[in-house]
């Protein structure tokens, strides 16, 4: 069985606003109660007529610096502190309401998300079934390695990173994911960071418009311009984004998988091939 917790949403929950981190963006969601087995759907209610998105897999489209799934030109960006807090708190099965191209960023945490869903949640009985890594399966791109190994129960993320920047440089994490409580304490109220040198460039390429010190961690020439939660703040924060990626699955995960400086779409790419060739089912249990 899968060590993750389980719970039901049983009510809407209140309405989360804010601006996107990328577009800067007008930015509101509602998460409602979905029908049982129907996953995570984000439903554009912003567009003429509402249109909806399943966070699946098989409609993930990650981009540079974020996470995001799209069909055509039907696009939600940046869902992985959401998606994040929803995998970690075992809500398998949710409607998005969401007004805009993506979520509002609001502090850059998971923190908001995790506290308005656990209100309108209740623990509900374990699934029935869960995906298990059947056998290895290794990715590398560049510097960036995706490793997924078996485990004999739950999931262990093994996350890593390495800066250049002295201030961050190298950080590791490994986290056993189980009870809410850890999540809600470790990792949902660790920050989306960036580098003060790169804020140019990436203005540049239309990204982090919506940036600023109320929603980015900012790390300078010595060190962060803000007080951090965590001695290790960013690579918490890189194991949050890795879990709403491993939310795409549409399930629990049983296993280990050890990131080392991995990007969006590698961790995609690694789960998308395990999937297509074995390494990685889903198992339904008794």
């Given at each position: 069985m899968s060590t993750l917790p389980s719970r039901r949403l049983v009510r809407p929950t209140r309405p989360l606003t804010g601006i996107g981190l990328h577009r800067a963006l007008p930015a509101r969601l509602v998460?409602?109660?979905g029908p049982p087995g129907g996953g995570v759907t984000f439903t554009r209610v912003d567009l003429s007529p509402p249109a909806d998105l399943p966070a699946t897999l098989g409609f993930a489209r990650p981009a540079a610096r974020r996470s995001r799934v799209a069909d055509g030109p039907l696009s939600v960006e940046t869902p992985e502190h959401l998606l994040g807090a929803l995998f970690a708190l075992g809500i398998a099965d949710a409607r998005v309401l969401l007004h805009g191209p993506e979520p509002p960023i609001l502090d850059g945490s998971a923190a908001p998300f995790a506290e308005v869903l656990l209100a309108a949640s209740v623990p509900s009985p374990p699934p029935t079934g869960a995906w298990v890594v059947e056998r290895p399966s290794i990715q590398v791109e560049g510097e960036g390695r995706c490793e997924l190994a078996r485990h004999p129960a739950g999931l262990v993320l093994d996350c890593r990173i390495e800066f250049a920047a002295p201030t961050i440089g190298r950080q590791r994490l490994t986290l056993t994911v189980g009870p809410s409580e850890l999540f809600v304490d470790r990792i949902a109220p660790a920050r989306t960071f960036g580098l003060l040198?790169?804020?140019a460039w990436l203005r540049r390429q239309g990204l982090a418009l919506g940036a600023g010190?109320?929603?980015v961690l900012v790390f300078g020439e010595h060190g962060p311009l803000a007080p951090l939660r965590f001695p290790d703040e960013p690579v918490r924060h890189k194991a949050l984004d890795a879990l709403g990626d491993l939310a795409?699955?549409?399930g629990?995960?049983?296993?280990r998988v050890t990131?080392?400086?991995c990007s969006h779409r590698l961790l995609v790419t690694t789960l998308r091939r395990a999937?297509?060739?074995g390494a990685l089912r889903r198992r339904r249990e008794p």
């Amino acid at each position: 069985m899968s060590t993750l917790p389980s719970r039901r949403l049983v009510r809407p929950t209140r309405p989360l606003t804010g601006i996107g981190l990328h577009r800067a963006l007008p930015a509101r969601l509602v998460v409602e109660p979905g029908p049982p087995g129907g996953g995570v759907t984000f439903t554009r209610v912003d567009l003429s007529p509402p249109a909806d998105l399943p966070a699946t897999l098989g409609f993930a489209r990650p981009a540079a610096r974020r996470s995001r799934v799209a069909d055509g030109p039907l696009s939600v960006e940046t869902p992985e502190h959401l998606l994040g807090a929803l995998f970690a708190l075992g809500i398998a099965d949710a409607r998005v309401l969401l007004h805009g191209p993506e979520p509002p960023i609001l502090d850059g945490s998971a923190a908001p998300f995790a506290e308005v869903l656990l209100a309108a949640s209740v623990p509900s009985p374990p699934p029935t079934g869960a995906w298990v890594v059947e056998r290895p399966s290794i990715q590398v791109e560049g510097e960036g390695r995706c490793e997924l190994a078996r485990h004999p129960a739950g999931l262990v993320l093994d996350c890593r990173i390495e800066f250049a920047a002295p201030t961050i440089g190298r950080q590791r994490l490994t986290l056993t994911v189980g009870p809410s409580e850890l999540f809600v304490d470790r990792i949902a109220p660790a920050r989306t960071f960036g580098l003060l040198s790169d804020a140019a460039w990436l203005r540049r390429q239309g990204l982090a418009l919506g940036a600023g010190p109320n929603n980015v961690l900012v790390f300078g020439e010595h060190g962060p311009l803000a007080p951090l939660r965590f001695p290790d703040e960013p690579v918490r924060h890189k194991a949050l984004d890795a879990l709403g990626d491993l939310a795409l699955l549409g399930g629990p995960l049983r296993g280990r998988v050890t990131l080392t400086r991995c990007s969006h779409r590698l961790l995609v790419t690694t789960l998308r091939r395990a999937v297509a060739s074995g390494a990685l089912r889903r198992r339904r249990e008794p």
